[in-house]
């Protein structure tokens, strides 16, 4: 079975056919305004269908928090459950073609016969995520205190050799990068020597580097705190960057938005990785206050929109080495983690696009006149323009649904598995 029999193209078909009109009137007025300011609508359209983000296999799955998780109706019970999950998102909003597997949560004995699957769905893998920040069952040692940092160099050896592990699992899977996070820091001052923790990550690295494939490269994700509360082995995109930089060519930073202390200009991170050549990609999410893991432009959409404002002014000045991975990382708590990633992709478009429609002349004219306020009000003309009607032609023109998240529950979907996927008993604790 390919294609959820719930979500077939008759399916979406008849669900278009309700919306085509009212949202061919809505396009062509906004494709005129458009027009007005010398932007033209079909060619955003176009960079709209080529857009893609991946979807990470942990959030298919209800999330949950150190305190619980509440599993929702027809919860995936392995990866193969979550792929088919994937699948849904991707039938419906055309916009994530590629899924992020985490290791060892997405294990499994045939990797040959998953990336068969995902491809039956049109579903290619991306980077790849390593997990030295938990204990499976019957691991040897323990990561309680550390993993590529650990003062132990048998806990180090072990953590290395799951990251070779991912590594291999990846090139099984058609991935090209492998993202390390690491959970190692400390919850007292004196706890940790910060230099030597530094310095036996910096060496476990390049036994990590050491082992990628010739065209693949090594995302750093940097975090602030959590689950360390003292220090954390690489807090900032400083640190992150400065340990690129000596680990070479393969090795770059990821921005997990959630990852930094609240309200630091992102968008200016953004733009230096850039302009060092060192920005490997993004784990997109909203946040409020800490690694909130909230649904990507759910809480600060303007600061979303700034960022593509940078990436598109990159990719318009054609940055050197600029090849940013898209990737979401979310915790659906209490949503329906199908319906919180469509509309996640469809706001990460929406971001793309209004950025895309800043007129990059007049910004230029602004900044280099000093006229404050005339830069950003173009900024903010492009932010208030309501792009919908255009996604939804590019959804529509892509084989997808003119209101996804509509078709989705018209689907019955979740019951149906819900059905198919006997429910997890009781609450337990944890993000997964
Ligand atoms: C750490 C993180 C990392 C993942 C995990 C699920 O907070 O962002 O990217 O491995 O979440
Ligand atoms: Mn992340």
């Known amino acids: 079975m390919s294609t959820p029999i719930s979500i077939s193209a008759d399916f979406i078909a008849d ?5 085509e009109g009212v949202t061919t009137e809505d396009y062509d007025g906004l494709r005129r305004a458009l027009a007005r300011h010398g932007t033209d609508a079909e060619a955003l359209v176009q960079k709209v269908m080529a857009f893609g983000v991946a979807i990470p296999t942990w959030g298919v799955g209800t999330g949950g928090t150190r305190f619980a998780r509440f599993p929702g109706p027809g919860d995936p019970r392995n990866v193969f459950e979550k792929i088919e999950d994937c699948a849904v998102i991707q039938r419906l909003a055309r916009a994530t073609p590629r899924v992020s597997p985490h290791i060892p949560w997405d294990m499994v004995d045939d990797y040959p016969a998953l990336r068969e699957k995902a491809a039956t769905h049109g579903l290619a893998f991306d980077a790849v995520n390593s997990n030295t920040f938990q204990d499976p069952p019957g691991q040897e040692l323990s990561y309680k205190f550390g993993s590529l940092s650990h003062t132990d160099a048998r806990v180090r ?3 290395i050799a799951h990251n070779v ?5 990846g090139r099984k899977l058609g991935s ?3 993202t390390v996070w690491i959970a190692d820091g400390s919850n007292f001052a004196g706890q940790s020597n910060l230099i030597k923790a530094l310095d036996r990550y910096i060496d476990a690295m390049r036994e990590i580097v050491a082992a990628l494939p010739a065209d693949w490269r090594v995302f750093i994700e940097h975090k602030l705190y959590e689950p360390a509360f003292y220090s954390t082995a690489i807090p900032d995109w400083g640190t992150s960057f400065a340990v690129a930089q000596e680990l070479g060519r393969k090795a770059c930073c990821l921005v997990d938005l959630g990852h930094h202390a609240p309200n630091v200009n992102i968008e200016q991170i953004v733009a230096r990785l850039v302009r060092f050549k060192k920005l490997a990609g993004f784990h997109f999410n909203d946040s409020k206050y800490g690694d909130d893991d909230l649904d990507s432009g759910s809480v600060e959409p303007f ?4 960022i593509f404002n940078e990436l598109i002014d990159a990719e318009r000045r054609k940055a050197e080495g600029f090849a940013p991975a898209y990737m979401i990382d979310q915790s659906h708590n209490v949503t329906d983690p199908i319906e ?4 996640s992709a469809i706001e990460l478009q929406r971001a ?3 950025a895309l429609i800043v007129d990059r002349a007049a910004l230029e004219a602004a ?7 005339g830069a950003y009000l173009e900024l903010k003309r492009a932010f208030t323009t309501d792009v919908s009607p255009l996604l939804a032609v590019a959804r529509l023109r892509a084989g997808g649904a003119i209101a996804p998240i509509a078709a989705y529950r018209a689907s019955a979907y979740r019951a149906q598995k819900a059905k198919e996927r006997p429910a997890v008993s009781g609450t337990s604790a944890g993000i997964v």
């Open 15 to 19: 669900h278009n056919a309700r919306l």
């Open 367 to 373: 900044q280099e006149a000093n006229d404050a306020l």
């Open 176 to 178: 090209k990068a492998l």
């Open 340 to 343: 919180s990633l469509i509309q």
């Open 165 to 169: 592990e991912c590594i291999d699992i």
């Open 157 to 159: 050896a072990q953590a």
């Open 303 to 306: 600061r979303l929109f700034l």
């Open 352 to 354: 793309f696009v209004q």
